[in-house]
C-alpha cells in the first residue's frame, strides 16, 4: 500500500516558480514510476511529468524547458519544480504512483496551483 500527500501549491503570479512535493508512504515507491497530473476546471486530467524509479523522464509538450519532475528515492519523495508558470497552468495536480511490481496505482488527494496574470 502507498499512500501520497502533495504540498506546495499555492498562488503565484505570471512568471514565478513554485515547487510541489510528493511524500509516499511504503517502500514499493522506490520501484514504481512516479508522475505528475493537473486537471484544470472543465477540463480532463492530463499528464504533466512522469519519471521512472531510475531516473527516465518525459514532459508534455505545454511544459518542456519551464518544469522539471525529480524523485529522492532514499526520502521517499516526488517533486515538480515549476519555472516560468503561466496562467494556463493554473490547475489542481496529482501525484500519481504506478507500482508496476504489485499491479497498483495511486493519487494523492491534490494541490491547488494558481497563476495570475
Known amino acids: 500500500q502507498v499512500q501520497l500527500v502533495e504540498s506546495g501549491g499555492g498562488l503565484v503570479q505570471s512568471g514565478g516558480s513554485l515547487r510541489l512535493s510528493c511524500a509516499a508512504s511504503?517502500?514499493?515507491?522506490?520501484?514504481?514510476?512516479g508522475a505528475w497530473y493537473r486537471q484544470a476546471p472543465g477540463k480532463q486530467r492530463e499528464l504533466v511529468a512522469q519519471i521512472t524509479s531510475v531516473g527516465s523522464t518525459n514532459y508534455a509538450d505545454s511544459v518542456k524547458g519551464r518544469f522539471t519532475i525529480s524523485r529522492d528515492n532514499a526520502k521517499n519523495t516526488l517533486y515538480l519544480q515549476m519555472n516560468s508558470l503561466k496562467p494556463e497552468d493554473t490547475a489542481v495536480y496529482y501525484c500519481y504512483a504506478n507500482a508496476w511490481v504489485v499491479g497498483q496505482t495511486y493519487w494523492g488527494q491534490g494541490t491547488q496551483v494558481t497563476v495570475s496574470s
Open positions: 511504503g517502500s514499493v515507491f522506490r520501484a514504481s514510476t
